[in-house]
C-alpha cells in the first residue's frame, strides 16, 4: 500500500513538472515573439498611420484654399466682379502628398511581407519578403530627400536582389529611408501652417462686422450678452480658435508618426546587430505601443 502511494505521489509530481515546463516553454516561446514579430507589426501599424495621415494632411490643405477664399470673398470691397483664386501651392503639396502615400502602401507590403517571414508557419518563400522590399525601395527612387538618398536606395535594392539578402539589414534600412521621406517636408509644413494661421488670424480680425447676419451669429455663439457687435467679435474669436486646434491636432499627428519612426528604425537597428540587447527592444517596442496607444 504504502509503495502505490509513493508511485502515485512520484506521477503527481512528474505531472507538476511537465506543466511547469510547458508553461516555461510557452513564456519563452512569447518573449521570442516579443522580440522578432513585434517590430513587423509595429512597422504595419507605422504604416497604416502614415496613409490614414496623408489623407487627413491632403484634407487640411484643401480646407486651407477655402478657408483663406473665404477671407478674400468677405474682405473684397467689390463682391459683384470677385474672380476666385486657386491656390496652386497647397495643390502641389496635395498631388505630393498623394504620391508619397502610395509609396507608404508599398512600405505597408514589405512589414505585412515580414511578419509572415516570421511567422514559422509559413515557408519563407510564402512571404516573397525580397520582391517586397525591392519594390517598397523602388519606389523611392523618384523623391530627392538629400544627397545621398537615392544612393542609399540604389545599395538596397542591390543587397535584396543579391544572393547574400539579410532580412534585418533590409527592414531596418528600408525603415531609415521611410523615416527620411517622412521627414523630409516635416519642418515646411510645419511652417506653412503657422503662417496660413496668422493669415487666417488676421483675415478673420479684419472682415467687416456687418457682413455678418447677426441673428445666425446669436444662435452659434452660446455666450449670455446682448450687443451684437460683441456676438459677431466672439464668433470671431471661435472661428480662431477651432482653426488653432486642428492646426495643433494636425501637427501633433505627424510628429507622432516622426517619433514612430525613431522608434523603428531604433528597434530595427538592434535587431540588426550580432549581439541584441533583448531588453532594450523590448523597451522600445513598449514606447511605440505607448506613443500610439489612445490613437
Not at 98 to 106: D, E, G, S
Not at 134 to 157: I, W
Amino acid at each position: 500500500m504504502k509503495t502505490k502511494t509513493n508511485n502515485l505521489i512520484k506521477i503527481q509530481t512528474l505531472i507538476i513538472l511537465m506543466v511547469l515546463l510547458s508553461v516555461s516553454f510557452s513564456c519563452t516561446q512569447q518573449k521570442h515573439k516579443n522580440e522578432t514579430v513585434f517590430l513587423s507589426e509595429n512597422g504595419m501599424l507605422l504604416a497604416n498611420k502614415a496613409i490614414e495621415a496623408f489623407d487627413v494632411l491632403n484634407t487640411s490643405l484643401r480646407t486651407q484654399g477655402y478657408d483663406n477664399e473665404m477671407i478674400r470673398i468677405l474682405n473684397d470691397p467689390s463682391p459683384a466682379t470677385y474672380m476666385m483664386q486657386i491656390n496652386t501651392v497647397n495643390s502641389r503639396l496635395v498631388k505630393n502628398n498623394i504620391k508619397k502615400q502610395a509609396a507608404f502602401r508599398l512600405f505597408k507590403k514589405a512589414f505585412s511581407s515580414y511578419n509572415i517571414f516570421l511567422d514559422k508557419n509559413f515557408d519563407y518563400s510564402s512571404s516573397n519578403l525580397q520582391n517586397k522590399i525591392y519594390a517598397a525601395a523602388s519606389a523611392l527612387d523618384s523623391f530627392k530627400v538629400n544627397d545621398y538618398f537615392l544612393e542609399r536606395v540604389q545599395m538596397l535594392k542591390k543587397q535584396v536582389s543579391g544572393t547574400r539578402f539579410n532580412e534585418k539589414t533590409a527592414i531596418m534600412e528600408l525603415s531609415l529611408l521611410y523615416a527620411d521621406l517622412w521627414n523630409t517636408d516635416l519642418e515646411k509644413l510645419y511652417l506653412l501652417f503657422e503662417t496660413d494661421l496668422e493669415a487666417y488670424k488676421k483675415g478673420v480680425n479684419e472682415i467687416n462686422n456687418t457682413q455678418f447676419n447677426q441673428q445666425k451669429v446669436a444662435s452659434l455663439v452660446d455666450k449670455p450678452y446682448n450687443n451684437s457687435d460683441v456676438l459677431v467679435n466672439l464668433y470671431k474669436l471661435q472661428l480662431v480658435k477651432e482653426k488653432e486646434q486642428k492646426t495643433e491636432s494636425l501637427t501633433d499627428l505627424l510628429q507622432n508618426i516622426s517619433t514612430g519612426f525613431e522608434y523603428l528604425g531604433n528597434i530595427s537597428a538592434e535587431m540588426a546587430k550580432k549581439r541584441q540587447n533583448k531588453e532594450k527592444i523590448h523597451r522600445l517596442n513598449e514606447e511605440f505601443d505607448a506613443l500610439f496607444a489612445d490613437n
